[in-house]
């Protein structure tokens, strides 16, 4: 090897050691470079590709989530009400049936109890 083309003389050993360096390195660096594009290209973008699409799925799972629970309060809020609204005319119910028992009852005790003496003789 020469040291360069204008001169002949050889160059030192450790000229020659370290350009050998210097290309091993070089290449080595492209080597590097290039594992680093095939990796981007094959592996981060497909990932962030992948990545962006779940994100989407997890804010649409999200916000039906909380939907659901709106509308799960809404029907329980109803029931409630509707509930509350049954029992007291259920009581309304009961304080009427109870009110003409009680007026039947006076009201054929009344009858009855000269049908019992009757009865007896």
């Known amino acids: 090897m020469r040291c360069n083309d204008a001169d002949d003389r050889p160059c030192s050993a450790s000229l020659v050691t370290w350009t050998s360096i210097l290309n ?25 590709d992948i990545s962006a699409k779940y994100e989407d799925f997890r804010k649409r799972h999200e916000a039906l989530a909380v ?25 309304e119910v009961e304080a009427a049936r109870v009110k003409v028992e009680k007026s039947y009852d006076a009201s054929k005790v009344g009858f009855s109890l000269p049908r019992v003496a009757l009865s007896r003789n």
């Open 24 to 48: 091993s390195a070089e290449i080595l660096s492209k080597e590097h470079e290039t594992l680093s594009s095939e990796l981007l290209n094959q592996v981060a973008e497909p990932l962030k």
């Open 67 to 91: 939907k659901l629970q709106q509308e799960r309060d809404s029907v329980y809020s109803d029931l409630k009400k509707t509930k509350e609204k049954y029992d007291t005319q259920c009581k």
